[in-house]
């Protein structure tokens, strides 16, 4: 984890690349899922808050960090490198495994 970018602090941008596909700028004061939006992509997602695991994905390489304790992971899967992109914000340039589902 690391520290949020302050409010009046323009937040860095990031590049995340789909193993399989585009790449997009990944801004560290957004979530994946949201930069991936804002790029023209299109990915799965229906709760947004962690929940419901439409979006669940493995980071290739990279970090992220969650604003919430605890998203809807198990340690295990934590472990194993799964995300949910609609509350993981990148902590740099991140490749994203996603299954096509973008």
Not at 25 to 41: C, F, I, K, S, T
Not at 42 to 48: E, I, L, N
Request: proline share 12%.
């Amino acid at each position: 984890m690391t520290d949020q970018p302050q409010p009046h602090e323009p937040a860095e941008i990031f590049t995340a690349c789909l193993e399989s596909g585009p790449c997009f700028p990944a801004p560290a004061d957004l979530p994946l899922l949201v930069a991936a939006e804002h790029a023209g992509l299109a990915p799965p997602s229906s709760c947004r808050n962690g929940t419901c695991r439409t979006c669940i994905g493995q980071l290739a390489s990279g970090r992220v960090y969650y604003r919430i304790q605890w998203p809807g992971l198990s340690a295990e899967e934590k472990a194993e490198g799964y995300i949910l992109p609609c509350v993981a914000y990148p902590v740099g340039d991140v490749v994203l495994r996603l299954n096509g589902k973008f």
